[in-house]
């Protein structure tokens, strides 16, 4: 039953301290810097509130968003109804020296965690540095690079339903594999996950590792412009980013939104691009690609709300 509220008058998550906002506009939360308003919008701050906020929304028989750091993401220009849950303000670390593991709060950021293991001197998480996401969004796509992902070293993760249930998450019923995981087809929140790395290294060692790996990201992706990331998912043993330029896409534009001079898998906003110019330029490449090669990119961004034509 949906409970009775003066939504005029809310200004936190009944039962927390929480702010709980309307109509906040959701580019400033977003990697490709795009995207329209939520109906409402919490920051939690805790696992309680985080767990106060998902059950406030089921009660309320709201649909729920969960949006960590924005990125590998494209929000509607028409919004999103419900609650938008971002977990960004959701952050905290630990280590447990004796079984060499590390355990983070679902809104910690995969570089901010990548630098704390490897001033440690231990190694595991150095693909992690380059990655603009969170730890929950990294569980949920099952985020990698260099030829390493989340699913390597996670032993387990805690999260809820969406009913505000809690829920313990292991690598099985994960069911991970390339960019994807169980958690896409049966939506549960995580709040929490632990890693095994392997402890004992110079510290020096494993830092330089690090950088070199962030310097390589930063070499070949364009990280001087919004983007959500990777767009498609590799259509092994070739690369997205390959089939794509060899298509001659490099620099291709609808509206501000662009196929990427630098890297191909990548569609850039030039300033003032419109989530549907970003939607139509990624159906568009899909269509050359297809028509060239035979193959069809599968896209690796997730779409949340609603796209005209779609």
Known sequence: MVLSLDLNTLDVVPGTTCPLQPQ??????????????????????????FAACIAWAGDQEM???????GSNTLV????LPGLVLCSRHLRYVSFDDEAAQITAAAGEPLPNLAWKAARRGWRGLEW???????????????????????ADSLVAAQGYT?????????PKNLNFSYRTSSLQQKLRFVSQATFQLQPGHDPREVMADTQAALAQRRATQPYHLPSC????????PRTAGWLIEQT???????????????????????????????????HYVQSEVEHR?????????????EFPGR
């Open 63 to 69: 649909p729920i968003t969960f949006l960590g750091a």
């Open 162 to 170: 969406v009913a505000g249930q809690p829920v313990a998450l292991t």
């Open 24 to 49: 906040v506009s959701l580019a400033g939360f977003t990697s490709y810097r795009v995207g329209g308003k939520a109906e409402w919008f919490a920051l939690p701050r805790t696992i309680d509130q």
């Open 229 to 236: 990331g990777s767009v498609f998912r590799n259509p092994l």
């Open 248 to 282: 001659g896409l490099k620099g291709f534009q609808i509206g501000q939104a662009q196929v990427s001079t630098l890297h191909a898998n990548f569609i850039v906003n030039q300033g003032g691009a419109k989530a549907t110019e970003v939607l139509n330029l990624i």
């Open 293 to 305: 090669w035979g193959v069809k990119l599968h896209p690796e961004v997730r779409l949340m709300g």
């Open 76 to 79: 509607s220009d028409l919004g």
């Open 128 to 150: 992690a540095v380059g990655i603009p996401g969170t730890v929950g969004g990294a569980i949920f796509m099952n985020a990698g690079a260099h030829g390493t992902c989340a």
